[in-house]
Structures are given as structure tokens and as C-alpha cells.
Nanobody, 113 residues
Framework: QVQLVESGGGLVQPGGSLRLSCAAS????????MIWVRQAPGKGLEWVSD????????AYADSVKGRFTISRDNTKNTLHLQMNSLKPEDTAVYYC??????WGQGTQVTVSS
């Protein structure tokens, strides 16, 4: 079955960096657009970024543009989100999503001094 397992979250100070990873299995990873979505405490879901199946096309929410970088390694079935210059408003649970509608369990990112 489809599995998406996020890792790499944690507590970081403002201005710091984190790299999230998503290990995918149970499907042909290289055939799907992959997406990062986040949910801040008490708020709705927010699309963060997506990447096409080959990795050559990416898109970002305005709130993270220039600070976050999405990438994928189709040889390792892994999706990444490099997050730099983190702000307190980036605090959220980050989810890895397959475009067909499958979600990981999420990883908590907390940006606080």
C-alpha cells in the first residue's frame, strides 16, 4: 500500500534551517507530482510547494518563496523540503502528499526562541 513517511522536523530558532524528508513506497514515485502542505496551530491547511514528476518544475507559496526549496530523488523515492530563514509563522505540521490524494502522518516544525 502507499506509504509516505515524513522526517526531519523539530524545534529551531528563528533564522535557522531544517530539511524535511519524505520516504515514499507502494507506488511508482517517479510518476507523480508531490506536494508539501502544512497546518499551523488552529489554522487550516496551506499548500507550501509542489514538484513535478521529473523534478524539473517547482512551485511555491508566496509565504515561503525564496526561503524553501523542494526537491526529489527518484532513485531513492524521496521528497525533500529545505527550509531556510525560518520564521515563527512557519510553525506547523508539515505533510507530504501524493497528487493522487495520499498523505503522510506529518512532521512537526516549531520555530521559536
Amino acid at each position: 500500500q502507499v506509504q509516505l513517511v515524513e522526517s526531519g522536523g523539530g524545534l529551531v530558532q528563528p533564522g535557522g534551517s531544517l530539511r524535511l524528508s519524505c520516504a515514499a513506497s507502494g507506488f511508482t514515485f517517479s510518476s507523480y507530482v508531490m506536494i508539501w502542505v502544512r497546518q499551523a496551530p488552529g489554522k487550516g491547511l496551506e499548500w507550501v510547494s509542489d514538484i513535478n514528476s521529473g523534478g524539473g518544475s517547482t512551485a511555491y507559496a508566496d509565504s515561503v518563496k525564496g526561503r524553501f526549496t523542494i526537491s526529489r530523488d527518484n532513485t531513492k523515492n524521496t521528497l525533500h523540503l529545505q527550509m531556510n530563514s525560518l520564521k515563527p509563522e512557519d510553525t506547523a505540521v508539515y505533510y507530504c502528499v501524493r497528487a493522487a490524494g495520499d498523505w503522510g502522518q506529518g512532521t512537526q516544525v516549531t520555530v521559536s526562541s
